[in-house]
């Protein structure tokens, strides 16, 4: 469960903290809002404690975080 993967769109790495089933029922029951974007997605995901991202190999610019949200 805790194999190194990487998000597809911005290249950051991520662990999962919860077994597949309930990341999948989780991201499914996120209301439609939550899920226009992957940065929206992997933050509530993060928020919930489901994944831990590692930063520090993230491919997106600092500058254009705030415009992702």
């Known amino acids: 469960m805790s194999r190194e993967r990487y998000i597809k769109y911005g290249g950051v790495a991520f662990k999962a903290k919860a ?6 029922d989780f991201v499914r029951d996120l209301p ?9 997605v992997v933050s509530e995901l993060k928020k919930h404690g489901l994944i831990e991202t590692e930063p520090k190999y993230s491919s ?10």
């Open 60 to 69: 997106i610019d600092d500058e254009v975080i705030p415009f992702m949200e």
């Open 19 to 24: 077994d597949p089933k309930k990341i999948n």
């Open 32 to 40: 439609p809002e939550k899920k226009l974007s992957m940065y929206g």
